[in-house]
């Protein structure tokens, strides 16, 4: 008999278990499958059948508004071909089938879910469907097309069988190598399902969030941080605080002050007894007005890095013109603020709370605690808010923490101040934007961006997960050095642009001191997009043509930008606003999906009254249609709260914003009228929920500039 | 710690509390009912919105001394005995207005205290009733479309139309 090399590790589990007897057997123990029961059929780790007839999805992206629930389910109910109202949901567990494709770790971002999970969950959910339909077919003694999956029933003409009765006769069945999937024409879902799986519990408050997890005996927990980032724990006095009503115990854990106590208020009010000194760290003295000063100043003393150059500089004749833009630190202000719930003993640790970075934390909570990966359990919840900030482990590992060194059950809750000013933040950043103009024609398009970098911050976090264990700390730190003035987030959508001029440069030039960075809904786009669609009126203006002219004449007619702007300007009456009202328009590719927006606005006595927002957008296939018009109207506000509010600001290295008053969002008075067209496509799926968010701004800035010849160049958009 | 009592969706409630503890965390905490959300702490966002005698309230900033003696109705109170959700929690469900959901209990206890006072809001009197209410996914289309929607129902099945119509 030949074995096969692929046989052989296929079918070498138990000789592989004998063989690392003695040498590590942790690392040989099979990963279990999430969730699973001896008694159910799991052909893979996304999908299982109880004996019950329970078809039961494991959810391995995380939902946090985007609708991942109710996509992922869609996916699978349709080769289940079954409504996806029957299938049981769970919050998966870290599995590595469960790796995203893009980021080598399991985690929910980079508007990636549908994309990457659209072939291989229909896969997974296929083979269970081709396994139960096998079974089924040999024990009628029938063909295999003879027997049909039916909203969870099997099928042999009137002959009906319960799929959870096969599911022995299936375990030992194989599959074949490329499993068919239901041609497009027969998707019954797919394209066409619109409720969202989770609207129920969230419409009855019986949803579970992080924060809403109990575990008995659990204490809430609230962690008194230095305000000055990267600074240091002098001393503190916990008399006050420990003679509180309720409190059970303070505590130093890592350099900041937790106080337990038997509820979140009597944590909170002895936490303000405390009486702690900071050393302020590296960033003593740096403010926001200053990092943005250097900024500019960077960019007329530094060359940076080439990124992008099109075409040959000799190209680039006529009149130079440039200007400075510049936005501002973003917070996410999730409006569940961080939480977690955590229990640690002998055995291990369990961890409750809401997740985008699964893995991440896993790895972060076993350096953080001592424990293996294999002794710790993350139980996910539905995330209240994510954007980017529950990618950071930070506030689950405080919380494994704190209930290590108290040895205590403890749910942590950050405040809302807690969660403004210890944030990871969209990083500040300013473009020198250029071009020389030849005439009536634009010869050359020269941009500098300057930005402290995220990748030079995210990327040690990264590489510690993925790389082997011993490797020691300055290693990952040396690879974010690296990669930090090479960070694509800081000039993405600057380049590959539609724009097709002679000449195209861009530069980026890192900017080293820095709060905190992370990845906040839509990452570089947020900025990118409002200084080139800014820049690009401004060109228009300059040539006498039209925004929406302009940009066309610029551009390839078989491009999906040229489409999705002649239907926005079609749908959105470009020209004739109603009276009193002016319009911008942008158009920005993100995340695979291109996007293009027509804001009407009024301005009076200072004020801008945001009227509508026309979006139209070209995201491939789409899976829920509904889904992705929310998506773009949550896209348009949240950008539309960048616009017109948002901006954290640092003085001696501590955030100045504290809580809604101060870091505005966008109410539903404020909110505009959004009409949104779902451009028809046949591409595979791309993303949406971060694409809606980056037009608006220069939308708005370009409608007014049509209403005030005012050309404001800096977020948020401020006439007074 | 003072002894307490109110009645919370219809039911009695007796407890020994510190009296200035914000009536939220009293329900979250203290009666482990989690329908009601904590986002600022400060009545700016409207997460917390519970009623009192039927008026919304921001129940984080809201001492539950002074819900002594009164009528407290949160999320969960709601539903009906039989199970069936309140109208508004209907539009909200056939609208598919949530996304991440944390904000909605607040969104639905301030839209449903709007039409128990006002029927036929316009859309000046949603933007009064709901500017209270933060939502960080800019659900606000959605929310507005579902008041408008929950309106009619609450309009047809208003309990005196019907006796008016029986009369008839």
């Known amino acids: ?416 101040e807690d969660d403004t000013r210890h944030d990871f933040y969209r990083p500040n950043a300013t473009a020198l934007m250029a071009a020389t103009v030849d005439g009536d024609r634009v010869s050359s398009l020269q941009i500098k961006a300057v930005a402290p970098s995220i990748f030079g911050q995210f990327m040690p976090v990264m590489t510690r997960t993925l790389l082997p264990k011993w490797l020691p700390s300055i290693v990952h730190d040396g690879i974010g050095n690296m990669m930090a003035d090479s960070d694509p987030s800081a000039v993405e959508g600057l380049i590959h642009t539609p724009y097709q001029f002679p000449y195209k440069r861009s530069n980026y030039v890192m900017q080293e001191v820095t709060a905190p960075l992370g990845y906040w809904r839509s990452v570089g786009h947020s900025q990118n997009a409002f200084f080139i669609e800014s820049f690009i009126d401004e060109l228009a203006q300059r040539t006498g043509q039209n925004p929406l002219d302009f940009r066309l004449a610029n551009m390839d007619k078989a491009s999906r930008h040229y489409q999705v702007l002649t239907k926005v300007a079609e749908l959105a009456d470009w020209g004739n606003a109603p009276a009193g009202q002016h319009q911008g328009i942008a158009v920005h590719e993100s995340f695979g999906s291109v996007v293009a927006q027509v804001v009407n606005a009024s301005v009076s006595a200072g004020e801008v009254r945001v009227h509508k927002v026309v979006c139209v957008v070209d995201c491939g296939q789409v899976i829920n249609p509904d889904i992705v018009v929310m998506q773009m109207q949550s896209g348009i506000n949240f950008g539309l709260t960048a616009a017109l509010k948002g901006e954290i600001t640092l003085e001696d290295g501590a955030v100045q914003q504290s809580n809604f008053h101060d870091y505005q969002m966008l109410r539903i008075n404020e909110a505009p009228e959004i009409l949104v067209h779902l451009l028809p496509s046949s591409n595979p799926p791309s993303g949406v929920g971060e694409p809606g968010t980056p037009p608006v701004a220069p939308a708005l800035a370009n409608a007014i500039f049509a209403a005030t010849g005012r050309r404001l160049r800096e977020l948020p958009l401020r006439l007074a | 710690m003072a002894s307490l009592a109110f009645t919370l969706n219809g039911k009695a409630i007796q407890l020994d509390v510190d009296p200035s503890t914000p009536l939220l965390w009293v329900i979250r905490d203290e009666l482990a009912m989690t329908g009601t959300k904590f986002g600022c702490g400060m009545g700016l966002c409207g997460a917390c919105t519970v009623h009192l005698n039927g008026a919304p309230i921001r129940s984080c900033s809201f001492p539950v001394q002074a819900a002594a003696g009164q009528q407290i109705t949160t999320i969960e109170g709601l539903i009906g005995d039989s199970g069936a959700l309140h109208p508004v929690q209907e539009a909200w469900l056939s609208l598919n207005v949530p996304q991440c959901g944390y904000c909605q209990s607040g969104q639905i206890m301030s839209a449903v205290a709007l039409l128990e006072s006002n029927p036929t809001p316009s859309d000046e009197d949603i933007d009064t009733a709901m500017a209270g209410n933060i939502c960080r996914c800019g659900t606000y289309p959605k929310i507005r479309a579902a008041i408008h929607a929950a309106a009619q129902v609450v309009q047809q099945f208003d309990p005196r139309q019907s006796v008016q119509e029986s009369q008839s």
């Open chain 1, 1 to 416: 008999m030949s074995v096969s090399r692929r046989g052989f590790i296929k079918g070498g589990a138990a000789v592989a278990g004998s063989l690392c007897v003695g040498v590590q057997l942790s690392g040989c123990a099979p990963v279990p499958l999430p969730h699973a029961s001896g008694r159910d059929l799991q052909p893979n780790a996304f999908i299982q059948l109880s004996p019950e007839g329970v078809f039961t999805l494991q959810l391995h992206k995380a939902e946090m508004g985007q609708g991942t629930y109710t996509g992922m389910a869609t996916l699978v109910a349709e080769e289940l071909n079954m409504p996806p109202e029957m299938l049981n949901i769970e919050q998966a567990h870290f599995h590595p089938e469960f790796i995203d494709p893009d980021f080598y770790v399991m985690l929910t971002g980079g508007s990636s879910s549908i994309r990457t999970s659209y072939e291989p969950l229909r896969k997974a959910a296929a083979s269970l469907a081709y396994l139960l339909r096998s079974a089924a077919a040999q024990q009628l003694g029938r063909d295999l097309a003879e027997v049909a999956l039916r909203d969870g029933k099997l099928y042999h003409g009137e002959t009906v069988i319960e799929p959870g009765s096969v599911i022995e006769a299936a375990r030992g069945l194989s599959l074949p190598e490329d499993v068919p999937l239901k041609p497009a024409v027969d998707h019954r879902f797919i394209g066409r399902h619109n409720a969202r799986l989770d609207a129920r519990g969230k419409v009855t408050g019986e949803a579970m969030f992080g924060l809403d997890v109990q575990y008995p005996g659990a204490l809430s927990a609230v962690l008194v941080r230095c305000p000055h980032f990267g600074g240091t724990l002098k001393s503190f006095d916990a008399s006050a605080a420990e003679a509180s009503a309720g409190v059970v115990q303070v505590l130093e854990v890592d350099g900041a002050v937790a106080v337990l106590a038997g509820n979140y208020w009597q944590a909170r009010q002895a936490a303000g007894k405390l009486t702690v000194e900071w050393h302020k760290g590296p960033l003593a003295g740096v403010s926001s007005k200053g990092l943005r000063a250097q900024r500019h100043e960077l960019a007329r003393s530094e060359a940076g890095k080439l990124v992008e150059e099109l075409g040959e500089a000799s190209a680039a004749t006529g009149e130079r013109i440039e200007a400075f833009y510049d936005v501002p630190y973003m917070a996410h202000a999730t409006m569940e603020p961080m939480n977690a719930l955590a229990v640690v003993d002998d055995r291990g640790v369990q961890i409750w709370s809401g997740m985008q970075g699964l893995q991440l934390v896993l790895d972060a909570v076993a350096r953080a605690t001592g424990f293996s990966q294999s002794q710790i359990t993350l139980h996910n919840q539905f995330l209240g808010g994510g954007f980017g900030r529950r990618i950071q482990t930070d506030y689950v590992v405080e919380a494994a923490r704190i209930a290590q060194l108290s040895g205590k059950p403890v749910r942590l809750v950050w405040s809302r």
